[in-house]
């Protein structure tokens, strides 16, 4: 079946560094693949999606490209802040609803 | 776009003790809906969705039930809690195959 899997965390890191998420994913045929993002107190939120092979998300400073040669989607963002201090959950979706498959979620901590 | 409302935010729930946890959509008609549970240290995990009203499917046996009786209304339900069910409940809408899906706030339940 599909699944979806995401680097260990937390991740820690301080105002202005470079950040990058690591997701690989499992699914036959050809997924949808999202990042959403869950702030504290918050519920989930779509962050970016890619439809197909070699197309790239981005939104609110954060990219990823979706690598169908590797199964993989990470998230990258150049310069991260305290505001995105967060859970973040790699996900795909394939067959013909809008079920979503995610991975654990990874929370990211942004220090000043 | 879409709101849900889901509710309580938070639980606390005795072992044998039954539940339920109401999920209502407004500002769609005829949603796709879902419940997802995240336990510690695992993934959003789908249990239920739903493509209209009286159609239940379940991905995964368990202790719980979901139920929709109205258009916008879904309810995830235990006659006896386990240990097991304590999680962060997620409600979510979604609609066709290409709409993303838009999350509830949560609850998180406890089962002690």
């Known amino acids: 079946g599909d699944s979806v899997t995401q680097m260990e965390g937390p991740v820690t890191l301080s105002e202005e560094a470079f950040l990058t998420i690591n997701c690989t994913y499992t699914?036959?045929?050809?997924?949808?693949l999202f990042w959403y993002v869950q702030y504290p107190g918050e519920g989930l939120q779509l962050l970016l999606k890619?439809?197909?092979?070699?197309d790239k998300g981005s939104n609110k400073g954060f990219e990823a490209t979706y690598r169908k040669e590797t199964t993989s989607f990470h998230l990258e963002k150049g310069s991260v802040q305290v505001s995105d201090s967060a859970v973040y959950f790699c996900?795909?979706?394939?067959?013909?609803?809008?079920?979503?498959?995610f991975g654990k979620g990874i929370t990211l901590s942004v220090r000043p | 776009s879409q709101t849900i409302h889901q509710w309580p935010a938070t639980l606390v729930q005795p072992v044998g003790s039954p539940l339920s946890l109401e999920c209502t959509v407004e500002?769609?008609?005829?949603?796709?809906l879902y419940w997802y549970r995240q336990a510690a240290g695992r993934g959003l995990q789908l249990l239920f969705y739903s493509v209209g009203i009286g159609q239940i499917s379940s991905e995964v046996p368990q202790n719980l039930s979901a139920s929709r009786p109205q258009d916008r209304q879904f309810i995830l339900s235990s006659k006896k809690l386990l240990l097991s069910d304590s999680g962060f409940y997620l409600c979510?809408?979604?609609?066709?195959?290409?709409?993303?899906?838009?999350f509830g706030s949560g609850t998180q339940l406890s089962v002690l």
């Open positions: 699914a036959t045929g050809y997924p949808s």
């Open positions: 979510a809408c979604g609609q066709g195959t290409n709409e993303k899906l838009f």
């Open positions: 996900a795909l979706r394939s067959g013909a609803n809008s079920k979503l498959t």
């Open positions: 890619a439809t197909k092979a070699d």
């Open positions: 500002g769609t008609s005829n949603p796709n």
